[in-house]
């Protein structure tokens, strides 16, 4: 008998800012997992590729998508349209193989409804004062945008008590640790080893 197979569903939320996308990085190359490309409606921004990050798309197209029902979930999300796809998360569920979700609080509210085994995990700027000091760092927003993004962080954060798991990203190796400690965690949960214990006593009885 061997230990249960496992695989790894995760939600990672958290405002623009607080780091979240290196996380995802570190969880894609640290644990394997696949990353869920959303399909948006809005424009690639700088360098950014199509299929990438994103899958770039006309409103008319993720329309389309909502209505042959290829979408897990999807929302607005300031102003725009982001979907999760159904068929990346099926095949990888065939694959056994772990998924990332890399959305917002509402993308993470209906794919639990659907996957009940899906963890989720808000990333936390340690304070407002240094994630404001992050966005001015990156050079590439205006005042206005900059003021924006930290009025969307503080209603992101407001539906804290929805995530099972908080990390304050203060230094970015401890924050690293901490989300793949989470993930590591719910590997050994449980419900996800009842089959294999139940196969273990059939064989003593
Ligand atoms: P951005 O446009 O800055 O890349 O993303 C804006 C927000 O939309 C982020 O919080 C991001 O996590 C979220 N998001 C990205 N893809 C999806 C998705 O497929 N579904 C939902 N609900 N949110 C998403």
């Not at 609080?105 to 639990?112: L, Y």
């Amino acid at each position: 008998m061997t230990a249960p197979a496992h695989h790894d569903l995760v939600a990672l939320v958290g405002p623009s800012g607080s780091g979240k996308s290196t996380l995802c990085s570190h969880l894609l190359s640290a644990l394997s997992l696949k990353l869920s490309v959303s399909y948006t409606t809005r424009a690639p921004r700088g360098s950014e590729q199509d299929g990438v990050a994103y899958h770039f798309v006309s409103r008319a197209s993720f329309e389309d998508l909502v209505a042959h029902d290829a979408l897990l979930e999807w929302a607005e999300v300031h102003g725009e349209l982001y979907g999760t796809p159904r068929a990346l998360v099926d095949k990888a569920q065939a694959l056994g193989q772990g998924v990332l979700f890399d959305i917002d609080h509402q993308g993470a509210r209906q794919i639990r409804a659907k996957l009940p085994s899906l963890t989720t995990i808000l990333v936390m700027p340690p304070t407002w004062a240094e994630l404001e000091q992050r966005l001015r760092g990156r050079k590439t927003d205006s005042p206005e945008v900059i003021a924006k993004r930290m009025q969307n962080a503080a209603k992101e954060l407001s539906y804290y008590a929805m995530f099972d798991y908080v990390v304050f990203n203060d230094k970015l190796a401890d924050a690293t640790r901490d989300v793949e400690a989470i993930v590591r965690s719910q590997r050994f949960r449980m419900r996800f080893a009842a089959d294999a214990i139940e196969s273990m006593l059939r064989e003593r009885r």
